[in-house]
């Protein structure tokens, strides 16, 4: 009887007792939400992807991402969807092909370009600049103090 | 009654605007300069009159007066008054305010400080910075008035947006305003230049510290802005690549490279022209940006509301300046053509020239980003996000070509540099530059930012490190004293120069801490009851408990999490979810703690009524690099405005 | 500075100013649709205010106006009168038919939407949002107005008001229940 009457308080004590702190951790699915996530643009936002919006349409996004996760479709499965669906708007650079080769070769290519006709400019000037005078003049107390000053710079 | 007062003041400037157009050009015809003296009061005036104008809508806030329309918009009686003060600028139409404000404080200074020294310059001085004001106070008068009231007038203000309510955020724009400003004394003497057909030796001192300061002011505004984004907006970053960020980082780019090549200029008179344009391009990107920010054309973060009309207007004014400008500039280009006298392409001279060269590229790559969906929509009528991956794939590159020739530069011979000055100068840091990229590999890194940035770092701090070794070994000689005294003596002994290499031990420090907490941040999203711990990294985080908190016109749940390192406690966290009373508006305070010269960044981006939260947390390795570096940059600035002048100076 | 630069400047600039200028007439926010002229994709979702659900397919054959709406969106309530108008209109014609589409709200929020301004046509609720994403819808109101072939022919995103309205009862709807919808411009 006395066992018993224990056992029950000692089962309750436990029951009572506050539960033990959880360690918490991101899934393998949450980990690859947030990767599809950070690819898609959030539309109705400024320059934000899906993953860093508030917004409620990113928030129904990510959870959309979520179940497809979920039901095993692969990144790039994802991103074509809403591709299909958004157009390339919902992409977070202008996709590689047709007309876009311009802002993404652009640069380079203006900078490639200018180089050569800076370099061809500069050789220019190079050969049209007369040598410089030979004659060597016995050094002042100011141009040594001139030149120590220049060193330095 | 007061708010008329401060109208009535700004309408009189306006009208004084073009007599401070008017005078200086009847000054240069009747050869009187009577005139000129009459277009220094206008701008005097103009100042003192803008001064009113902003005094009147500031009472007007004080007293919360909401009868006017644009303190009922940005205010609030719970707001504050650190906020309402700053709420001028909150919007549209008291920032044009401020902006135009500001430019008349400027000119004003700039017309009295250089009034005896460059009295040839005043007239076109007076008049173009008379006609900038024009144009801003027509605006302001007509389509952008602060000064409208509304009938009847609201019992309470909207309030001022909360992402404003912020220290860091409410010093943003004055400083930006500074930065463009600032730049608008050194074209207004480029004008000056080519209208009177004369550009003399004295023009290059006055523009360089108006130029030098300019570039201060704008450094300060963007990293300001920066480290709003990044405790404020709560994802961890600071630069989103929008099209607003990159408007004021255009005019910075185009303005550097004119900073840099303006040197030149000064030591070898050559390029003149070309300066010109610089400024000239410099300016207009300030007020580019101007229209890009208040026009519509653009989604951005930072638009204010968009109409047309407005739009249209600053369009026109827009194409009067950049015309006339350039118009200008291609009609006088011949007159002002300097000699050129290159000895050899490796010199100082060439490099600075391609320092230009990827300066410009960099800056027509952030125009071609912002503007490349305006173009496509234009052209094809389909849409394009032109985001961060773009820009870290196409600028990166470039930033990191700009950071290698910063170590050359500095340490490459005026005129010709013999191979012996090259090897002296550059075989060393090159070896370095390798071993450490070798380092960087062999460590595991694989990015190729890194791996890029491993090499570019390494030659450059090697340059920066053997010059300054160098020298204080030099002095240190000479004088008979230690390494450090050697180096301040060497400082002292060309202040300059050595500002400068500070500005870029500044940059080097600042774009490491760009790699290092982009490249490397981690993130960690999870959902935590109170007592639930999750980890990151080497850290661990305990959720203690979540309770309300009180602000003057906000309430907050704020959740208080434990930092822990092991078994070691760090800190307390406390990130919050606010609400703001007046407008009902959410925003996630962030809580950060500093480490290893990074951060760790903890959010709450939901508290959800059964006691679950969702917390963000983020590791950024180094990020106190990047502000720290940007104050690097602009102790340099500091060193070089405040050094004692030489005698030849 | 060269003849060629020269040109090369104002050229630029010329350029540069005509972009801003049609730049002002645009709206940032617009994403122009990349469905029109592909199959309208399918749903089956529960009904507002009923248990019932209600499938795109079974209106097969029909010239379908899905209309995309929130009880907390303002410029719904703009066009929802013009909406009930329409569906009066062109009811009688066996092969029209309207769908409304509730997204992200909630059921008691639309209930008393509908309760307040009518409703005289099906609604169903976009649960979870996969119906709206499968259209590409990232705001309300939106449209879509889909022929008898299933085929998407026209999206309006904003309200049916004005010219839009006179537009969709005059052209559009018209022409593509004659069976003459070949040239319908949106």
Redesign the interface.
């Given at each position: 009887m006395l066992t018993r009457l224990l056992v029950a308080l000692a089962v309750l004590g436990a029951l009572s007792s506050p539960a033990v702190a959880t360690t918490v951790d991101e899934t393998d699915i949450d980990i690859k939400t947030r990767e599809v996530a950070k690819t898609l643009r959030c539309t109705v936002c400024q320059t934000e992807t899906v993953w860093e919006s508030g917004s409620p349409f990113a928030r129904q996004v990510r959870e959309n991402i979520r179940e497809r996760v979920e039901q095993g479709q692969s990144a790039e499965e994802i991103r074509a969807y809403f591709l299909s669906r958004y157009g390339d708007y919902i992409l977070m650079q202008p996709p590689a092909r047709g007309v876009n080769w311009l802002v993404w070769i652009g640069p380079f290519a203006v900078l490639i370009v200018g180089g050569f006709l800076l370099y061809r400019t500069l050789t220019r000037w190079v050969t049209s600049t007369p040598a410089a005078p030979q004659t060597v003049e016995p050094l002042d107390e100011a141009s040594r103090r001139r030149i120590e000053r220049e060193l330095l710079s | 009654m007061i708010i008329e007062l401060g109208h009535f003041a700004v309408v009189t400037a306006l009208v004084l605007s073009l007599l401070g157009i008017a005078a200086p050009i009847l000054g240069l015809w009747t050869k009187n300069a009577d005139w000129i003296r009459v277009g220094r009061q206008s701008v005097t005036l103009i100042f003192v009159l803008l001064g009113l104008g902003i005094a009147a809508l500031e009472y007007s806030y004080l007293t919360r007066d909401f009868s006017v329309a644009y303190v009922a918009s940005t205010s609030n009686s719970r707001l504050p008054l650190f906020y309402t003060i700053a709420a001028l600028w909150g919007g549209h139409e008291g920032s044009l305010l401020l902006w135009v404000f500001i430019l008349s404080a400027f000119s004003t200074v700039a017309v009295w400080l250089h009034w005896r020294t460059q009295p040839a310059i005043m007239p076109y001085l007076i008049a173009v910075e008379s006609s900038v004001m024009f144009g801003f106070l027509m605006l302001i008068v007509f389509l952008s008035s602060p000064f409208e009231r509304i009938f009847p007038a609201p019992i309470e203000g909207k309030d001022l947006n909360p992402l404003l309510q912020d220290p860091a955020m409410t010093m943003h724009p004055p400083m930006l305003y500074m930065g463009y400003v600032g730049f608008s004394i050194p074209f207004a003497f480029a004008m000056a230049a080519l209208f009177s057909g004369r550009l003399g030796e004295e023009w290059i001192k006055v523009t360089q510290r108006w130029t030098i300061f300019a570039w201060l002011c704008l450094t300060i505004g963007i990293m300001m802005g920066g480290y709003w984004a990044y405790y404020e907006l709560g994802w961890g970053g600071y630069w989103g690549w929008d099209p607003v960020e990159n408007a004021s980082f255009m005019p910075w780019l185009v303005g550097t490279a004119f900073l840099h090549s303006v040197m030149v200029q000064e030591k070898r008179k050559m390029f003149k022209v070309w300066n010109l344009f610089l400024i000239i391009v410099t300016f207009s990107l300030s007020l580019i940006g101007t229209f890009l920010v208040r026009s519509g054309v653009l989604t951005s973060v930072h638009t204010f509301a968009t109409d047309p009309e407005r739009g249209l207007y600053i369009l026109i004014f827009l194409a009067v300046v950049m015309g006339t400008a350039f118009g200008t500039l291609i009609a006088r280009a011949q007159k002002l053509k300097s000699q050129i006298e290159l000895d050899s392409i490796v010199s100082r001279e060439s490099v600075f020239m391609f320092n230009n060269l990827f300066f410009l590229v960099a800056a027509a790559t952030v125009f071609l980003g912002t503007l490349y969906p305006l173009m496509i929509e234009t052209w094809k009528g389909s849409k394009v996000t032109v985001g961060p991956p773009y820009y870290n794939a196409v600028f990166m590159p470039i930033a990191l070509g700009l950071l290698f020739m910063m170590g050359v530069g500095p340490y490459i011979a005026w005129r010709k540099a013999s191979l012996d000055n090259i090897k002296k100068n550059f075989l060393l840091p090159l070896l370095v530059a390798f071993g450490v990229t070798a380092l960087a590999f062999a460590l595991g890194f694989r990015s190729p930012f890194t791996i890029a940035g491993a090499f570019v770092v390494g030659f450059v701090s090697t340059t920066i490190a053997t010059d300054i070794g160098k020298v204080s070994a030099f002095f240190a000689r000479r004088d008979r004293v230690n390494y450090l005294r050697g180096f301040l003596t060497a400082f002292a002994a060309n202040q300059r120069r050595y500002a400068g290499i500070v500005t870029h031990i500044g940059v080097l420090i600042l774009v490491i801490g760009i790699i290092a907490s982009t490249v490397y941040q981690t993130e960690k999203v999870v959902s935590l009851r109170t007592g639930d711990e999750f980890t990151m990294g080497p850290y661990r985080l305990t959720l203690a408990e979540i309770h309300d908190v009180q602000g003057p016109n906000w309430t907050a749940k704020e959740g208080r999490f434990e930092l822990y390192r092991g078994d070691r406690l760090l800190t307390e966290m406390r990130p919050q979810k606010r609400i703001y009373d007046a407008s009902q508006t959410p925003t996630t305070e962030s809580a950060l703690y500093a480490i290893n010269m990074g951060h760790v960044f903890l959010t709450m981006p939901e508290v959800s009524p059964d006691g679950t939260v969702t917390a963000r947390g983020v590791i950024n390795p180094l990020i106190l690099w990047v502000w720290g570096g940007g104050g690097i940059m602009g102790l340099g600035v500091l060193l070089n405005m405040f050094r004692p002048r030489k005698r030849d100076e | 500075?060269t003849q060629g630069w020269?040109i090369v400047?104002?050229v630029g600039?010329l350029g540069l100013?005509a972009?801003?200028?049609?730049?002002?007439?645009?709206n940032?926010?617009l994403?122009?649709?990349?469905?029109i002229g592909t199959a309208a994709p399918n749903f089956t979702s529960p009904q507002v205010g009923s248990s019932e659900p209600l499938s795109l397919d079974q209106f097969r054959g029909k010239v379908v106006l899905l209309n995309f709406w929130a009880s907390w969106c303002l410029e719904c309530r703009l066009e929802h009168s013009n909406l009930l108008a329409l569906n009066e209109r062109f009811s009688q014609d066996q092969n029209f038919v309207m769908v409304g589409i509730n997204y992200?709200d909630k059921e008691e929020d639309a209930q008393q939407y509908l309760r307040t301004y009518g409703s005289t046509f099906p609604h169903v609720r976009d649960v979870?949002?996969?119906v709206?994403?499968?259209?590409?819808v990232?705001?309300v109101p939106e449209t879509f107005v889909i022929d008898q072939q299933g085929i998407i022919r026209c999206k309006t995103i904003g309200p049916i008001i004005g010219e839009v309205y006179a537009n969709y009862t005059q052209k559009i709807l018209p022409a593509l229940l004659a069976g003459s919808g070949d040239a319908v411009r949106c």
């Amino acid at each position: 009887m006395l066992t018993r009457l224990l056992v029950a308080l000692a089962v309750l004590g436990a029951l009572s007792s506050p539960a033990v702190a959880t360690t918490v951790d991101e899934t393998d699915i949450d980990i690859k939400t947030r990767e599809v996530a950070k690819t898609l643009r959030c539309t109705v936002c400024q320059t934000e992807t899906v993953w860093e919006s508030g917004s409620p349409f990113a928030r129904q996004v990510r959870e959309n991402i979520r179940e497809r996760v979920e039901q095993g479709q692969s990144a790039e499965e994802i991103r074509a969807y809403f591709l299909s669906r958004y157009g390339d708007y919902i992409l977070m650079q202008p996709p590689a092909r047709g007309v876009n080769w311009l802002v993404w070769i652009g640069p380079f290519a203006v900078l490639i370009v200018g180089g050569f006709l800076l370099y061809r400019t500069l050789t220019r000037w190079v050969t049209s600049t007369p040598a410089a005078p030979q004659t060597v003049e016995p050094l002042d107390e100011a141009s040594r103090r001139r030149i120590e000053r220049e060193l330095l710079s | 009654m007061i708010i008329e007062l401060g109208h009535f003041a700004v309408v009189t400037a306006l009208v004084l605007s073009l007599l401070g157009i008017a005078a200086p050009i009847l000054g240069l015809w009747t050869k009187n300069a009577d005139w000129i003296r009459v277009g220094r009061q206008s701008v005097t005036l103009i100042f003192v009159l803008l001064g009113l104008g902003i005094a009147a809508l500031e009472y007007s806030y004080l007293t919360r007066d909401f009868s006017v329309a644009y303190v009922a918009s940005t205010s609030n009686s719970r707001l504050p008054l650190f906020y309402t003060i700053a709420a001028l600028w909150g919007g549209h139409e008291g920032s044009l305010l401020l902006w135009v404000f500001i430019l008349s404080a400027f000119s004003t200074v700039a017309v009295w400080l250089h009034w005896r020294t460059q009295p040839a310059i005043m007239p076109y001085l007076i008049a173009v910075e008379s006609s900038v004001m024009f144009g801003f106070l027509m605006l302001i008068v007509f389509l952008s008035s602060p000064f409208e009231r509304i009938f009847p007038a609201p019992i309470e203000g909207k309030d001022l947006n909360p992402l404003l309510q912020d220290p860091a955020m409410t010093m943003h724009p004055p400083m930006l305003y500074m930065g463009y400003v600032g730049f608008s004394i050194p074209f207004a003497f480029a004008m000056a230049a080519l209208f009177s057909g004369r550009l003399g030796e004295e023009w290059i001192k006055v523009t360089q510290r108006w130029t030098i300061f300019a570039w201060l002011c704008l450094t300060i505004g963007i990293m300001m802005g920066g480290y709003w984004a990044y405790y404020e907006l709560g994802w961890g970053g600071y630069w989103g690549w929008d099209p607003v960020e990159n408007a004021s980082f255009m005019p910075w780019l185009v303005g550097t490279a004119f900073l840099h090549s303006v040197m030149v200029q000064e030591k070898r008179k050559m390029f003149k022209v070309w300066n010109l344009f610089l400024i000239i391009v410099t300016f207009s990107l300030s007020l580019i940006g101007t229209f890009l920010v208040r026009s519509g054309v653009l989604t951005s973060v930072h638009t204010f509301a968009t109409d047309p009309e407005r739009g249209l207007y600053i369009l026109i004014f827009l194409a009067v300046v950049m015309g006339t400008a350039f118009g200008t500039l291609i009609a006088r280009a011949q007159k002002l053509k300097s000699q050129i006298e290159l000895d050899s392409i490796v010199s100082r001279e060439s490099v600075f020239m391609f320092n230009n060269l990827f300066f410009l590229v960099a800056a027509a790559t952030v125009f071609l980003g912002t503007l490349y969906p305006l173009m496509i929509e234009t052209w094809k009528g389909s849409k394009v996000t032109v985001g961060p991956p773009y820009y870290n794939a196409v600028f990166m590159p470039i930033a990191l070509g700009l950071l290698f020739m910063m170590g050359v530069g500095p340490y490459i011979a005026w005129r010709k540099a013999s191979l012996d000055n090259i090897k002296k100068n550059f075989l060393l840091p090159l070896l370095v530059a390798f071993g450490v990229t070798a380092l960087a590999f062999a460590l595991g890194f694989r990015s190729p930012f890194t791996i890029a940035g491993a090499f570019v770092v390494g030659f450059v701090s090697t340059t920066i490190a053997t010059d300054i070794g160098k020298v204080s070994a030099f002095f240190a000689r000479r004088d008979r004293v230690n390494y450090l005294r050697g180096f301040l003596t060497a400082f002292a002994a060309n202040q300059r120069r050595y500002a400068g290499i500070v500005t870029h031990i500044g940059v080097l420090i600042l774009v490491i801490g760009i790699i290092a907490s982009t490249v490397y941040q981690t993130e960690k999203v999870v959902s935590l009851r109170t007592g639930d711990e999750f980890t990151m990294g080497p850290y661990r985080l305990t959720l203690a408990e979540i309770h309300d908190v009180q602000g003057p016109n906000w309430t907050a749940k704020e959740g208080r999490f434990e930092l822990y390192r092991g078994d070691r406690l760090l800190t307390e966290m406390r990130p919050q979810k606010r609400i703001y009373d007046a407008s009902q508006t959410p925003t996630t305070e962030s809580a950060l703690y500093a480490i290893n010269m990074g951060h760790v960044f903890l959010t709450m981006p939901e508290v959800s009524p059964d006691g679950t939260v969702t917390a963000r947390g983020v590791i950024n390795p180094l990020i106190l690099w990047v502000w720290g570096g940007g104050g690097i940059m602009g102790l340099g600035v500091l060193l070089n405005m405040f050094r004692p002048r030489k005698r030849d100076e | 500075m060269t003849q060629g630069w020269k040109i090369v400047l104002v050229v630029g600039l010329l350029g540069l100013l005509a972009l801003f200028y049609q730049g002002l007439w645009g709206n940032p926010r617009l994403i122009p649709t990349v469905l029109i002229g592909t199959a309208a994709p399918n749903f089956t979702s529960p009904q507002v205010g009923s248990s019932e659900p209600l499938s795109l397919d079974q209106f097969r054959g029909k010239v379908v106006l899905l209309n995309f709406w929130a009880s907390w969106c303002l410029e719904c309530r703009l066009e929802h009168s013009n909406l009930l108008a329409l569906n009066e209109r062109f009811s009688q014609d066996q092969n029209f038919v309207m769908v409304g589409i509730n997204y992200q709200d909630k059921e008691e929020d639309a209930q008393q939407y509908l309760r307040t301004y009518g409703s005289t046509f099906p609604h169903v609720r976009d649960v979870k949002g996969a119906v709206s994403f499968d259209y590409g819808v990232y705001g309300v109101p939106e449209t879509f107005v889909i022929d008898q072939q299933g085929i998407i022919r026209c999206k309006t995103i904003g309200p049916i008001i004005g010219e839009v309205y006179a537009n969709y009862t005059q052209k559009i709807l018209p022409a593509l229940l004659a069976g003459s919808g070949d040239a319908v411009r949106c």
